[in-house]
């Protein structure tokens, strides 16, 4: 596995030896990354279920400002940090270890730029994300990842890649959203 993209192109990614890990493929990080050319440069991003933190890291390869990482199984944590430690991007990476679902619960509205959820595909956990984030968007561009036959609601664009697919949801801007301070996550990140 490797970026694919951006400053770091060509760099290999470490992954964990675990069969419940499924990294992003790369035609289908091509295909997101290329869907999301304007919002990535300058961009807070959050990569929920990041498992070896593949769509973060080519999020910050294409500009992004920073990237939050939240995983909590040890064995991709443990590659999670060694990847971003390989490209030395510490300074823009957080790591949480921290369940997914109530992570994103807990989030203020409008606090990411982009966000990327790609939970495991056999799971429901994507539903109830996205239903949390339809209530209350803690982002303004959530892209998720995820089987074909696993029906959501209805995106602002959906691209189908064999047996994969992305829905990518965007939320109607805040009023205020330029007047706020930056609010910073109540949970504290582990140290790379």
Known sequence: MRIVGGKF???TLTSPNDFRVRPTAEPVRVKMMKLLEAD???ARVLDLFAGTGALGLEAISRGAKYVDF???RPASLHALQANIKALRV??????????????ADALP????????????????ML??????WIRAP?????????????????????VRLEDTAISIYRAAPLPDAASRPPVVPTVAPIAP
């Open 9 to 11: 192109g060509g760099r």
């Open 40 to 42: 990535l440069p300058d």
């Open 70 to 72: 939240v995983e909590f």
């Open 90 to 103: 510490t300074e823009k990476a957080r790591v949480y270890k921290k369940d997914a679902l109530p992570f």
């Open 109 to 124: 509205p409008d606090r990411y730029d982009v966000a990327f959820a790609d939970p495991p595909y056999e799971s429901r």
């Open 127 to 132: 539903d109830r994300l996205i239903e949390r």
């Open 138 to 158: 803690w982002s303004k561009v959530l892209v998720a990842e995820h089987a074909v036959a696993h029906q959501l609601p209805r995106a602002a664009k959906y």
